[in-house]
């Protein structure tokens, strides 16, 4: 029987996939020292990927790998050194393994990749680095046998010489069940051999001094016999066919053919009998974690948003119901799904760490590329995040900090005559506040050129030419479609289209993107996102019949709406709070909804982008668990909406998206003044 | 009663291989994923068979074998040792450790199958 | 050419002129065709949620069982005059891939007819009622017993960025 093991080449994958990530990390690690217990983690993971990998299918993975392990061998036994091209090519052979992973398997694109020409570079510079010919080890890496080919039913006779060594016994052998099994394939004569038995006072029970001579006659081939004492001790088994009938052993002696080899390497080995190398021991701590697929816990995720929802009918209806004992059980049920639900999340919540490690790699692929020397500063590295805000901030990242590197820092020249030190520097750091995780990238760099920015903003139609937009505005302009200061173009950053992009990927996740910058200092671009995506506590507020969410992480507090407490000094909406006076947006006018008739409204008070602003509605409804679900395309573009829920009741209520209106707030308030 | 087997790896997708293997075939199946993990399941658990790789982190597989033959349950359960290395150095400290034979990765179900019932029973 | 109306045949899943199923709903005392491999369902009035700032073709959100979708209005696109809902309307739910993205949305129709099966390779051009109705959004009519069909084409209707009525 075969039994199914698709599921255990889905770990492998998974499996070989977080070792190829965290290999990167440790190849690089490589560059600030190279001790032994680095050494040995790496030469580990490429073990395992090789041993595991020729026996999930991935042959083609295996096989490339074990040059790389090779190398690493060398390294751990000191008869390589470790240099900067043994990284390089290390981490350009990580880079290959995983495409090689990403092929699923022994594939015709696998079978391309292990033929292509990178494939051939890499064997060739490994090669060149272990200071030996292309010369490859191939033999020891035979692909696993398969299933034993039909073979016609042709009887031989065996003879079987086995004898275990003293300590077989002792180390659980079972001779016994041996040649059970090897009765099994045919006739057998077994017949003990117990001359080498001392007399009875010498005698050591846990030795052994017994061998087995059997004369077998079966139409098995010889390694079906061979197979049986597979884990045996190869040095004490003879096998030897008894009257060779050439003409009927012609067909199976190719196929006996491969287990040849290593049994003679094993025969070697024990004769040789030398101590191995100890293998160190490494740091690596043992850990009770489950791993999930992603797909899961989407899965479980969407399943929650519904109890959620279903949850809120629930207690409409037995608000309405006026029965105590079940709007006790629904207070219990609720308090669950409450609890339910922060576990979910914080199940999704991975450190930010898991992306930042990638971007060593690409500081380091791009200071050769732009011929600039960068030193990569990580911070805050284990704030936590939802799983899918990390997965799409990747990209966007990843682009900033070509930015950064690209246009922000200048060349070892530039930074010498500015007084700087030549090696410029990037700072990557992460740090939550309240509801959200602030990621800023921040460069030493000669900061923005306002004036060019202004330029080329006009030039390309986004500003009008008379326009005096402040600063701030204007370095906000970097991130508009199509967008580019750099005057000559690389192939780093392309044509400015990355900034662009940055700012879509992060208001897709509900963030935003702010842009500090002090000439000949450097650049900071700071990234707001929310903690989570897909559930939040809403606080639902009422327009007309209109039901609105606003996310309650904003709200700071409500208050009575008094028409006379509202200055119109100059035309400024201000609404007096305690001493201070904060600006407000009547809903109703940024929904372009027909004015409220309502006697006494409500302002919300939010806070958003660092500043207070009130919001005018009709009435407050309360707290919600809100399921956050995306605006489809026709709707995703409309400012001042984050997104769509369903309440308890089966309505729609949009999303209210607090940033965008204090922005617009803003604006309008500089254009009063 | 049925045969426990201990399988010994760091790596998940082998354990997993061995247990999809085996466990229906009627053996339980207990897990390690490293030498030190090994000897606690080893200590708790009544086991005919382990199934120990070599290259593991914390505990590598010869001081795990090392350990297993040095306590008093170990004497005479049969250690089956799992190994990439075509390298003779490696099976024979395997062997001097207290291992009683070797499986080459890579194996079949198969492989294990037969080895399983020919040393667990 | 632009009062002509061009019958563009849309490959069936075949790439031939397999007859396709169709169904028919009223909006507007017009008949319109939808393919009937692009419906979900057909839902009863449900309430709906104006989405202040949308586009007039696609004015409001509607919970089709636990999901949200866009609830579009086509006599926008078609140049028709939006009346009153009749005691018959219905929501049909369709799941068509825009932008490449399927999504899934819903149209209101006066009433739903009946289920035809279309062979499109028959299809006449009505050249004199072309001028009616907006080329992108009309593969072509067909004649359903006295009644003309108006066949909608599901790929441009939907489009998010087909931006204004286009002027004939």
Known sequence: MTPDLSAAVETFVQEAREQLEGLEGMLLDLESGADRDRVDAIFRVLHTVKGSGSMFGFGALARFTHHFEDAFDGVREGRMQIDNRLIDVSLRARDHMTALLDCGGDSPEAARLEASEEAASLLTTLAAIMGKGQGSPEASLAPPPAALPQREAVLRRWSIRFHPDAAALRNGMRPDLLMAEVAALGEAEIRLDASDLPPLAELDPERSYFAWDVLLTTAQPRDAIEAIFLFADDAALEIAERDPDAQATAAAAPAAAPAQPVRAQAAVALAQDTPAARLPQATAGSSENVRVPAGKLDDIMDQLGELVIAQARLHQIAAATQNADLESIVEEVERLVTGLRDATLSVRMLPIESVFGKFRRVVRDLSVELGKDVALAVEGGETELDKTVIDRLSEPLVHMIRNSMDHGLEDAARRQAAGKPTRGRVTLSARQEGGEVLIAIEDDGAGLDTEAIRNRAIERGLLAADAQPNPAEIHQMIFAPGFSTASTLSSVSGRGVGMDAVRSAVEALRGQTEIVTVPGRGTRVTLRLPVTLAIIDGFLVRLGQSVFVIPLAAVEECVEFEEAERRRDSGRSMLRLREHLVPFLDLDDVFARPPSTEPRRRVVIVKADGQRLGLVVDDILGQNQTVIKTLSIYHRNIAGLAGATILGDGAVALIIDVATLARRARAAQRQIA | MAHTILAVDDSKSIRDMIKLTLVPLGYRVVEGDNGQSGIEVFRREQVSLVITDLNMPVMNGFDFIRAVRGMPKGAGVPIIMLTTESKPEAKAEGKAAGATGWITKPFTPENLISVAKRLAG | ?168
């Open chain 3, 1 to 168: 050419m632009q009062n002509t109306l061009q019958t563009r045949d849309k490959p069936g899943p075949g790439g031939g002129p397999d007859p396709e199923m169709m169904l028919i709903f009223r909006l507007s005392g017009e008949v319109f065709a939808l393919p009937v491999s692009e419906v979900h369902e057909i839902l009863d009035p449900i309430p709906t949620t104006p989405v202040p700032g949308a586009p007039p073709f696609a004015p409001a959100l509607i919970n089709v069982r636990g999901a949200i979708a866009p609830l579009i209005d086509i006599r926008q696109r078609l140049r028709m005059q939006a009346m009153p809902a009749s005691d018959t309307a219905r929501i049909i739910v369709l799941d068509l891939p825009v932008a490449g993205v399927p999504t899934r949305m819903a149209i209101i129709a006066d009433a739903v007819d009946e289920v035809i099966e279309t062979d499109r390779a028959a299809l006449k051009p009505v050249p004199e009622l072309g001028a009616r109705w907006p080329e992108p959004y009309v593969t072509g009519v067909a004649r359903s017993g006295d009644a003309l069909v108006i066949l909608l084409n599901t790929d441009t209707l939907f489009c998010p960025d087909a931006g204004q009525t286009p002027q004939a």
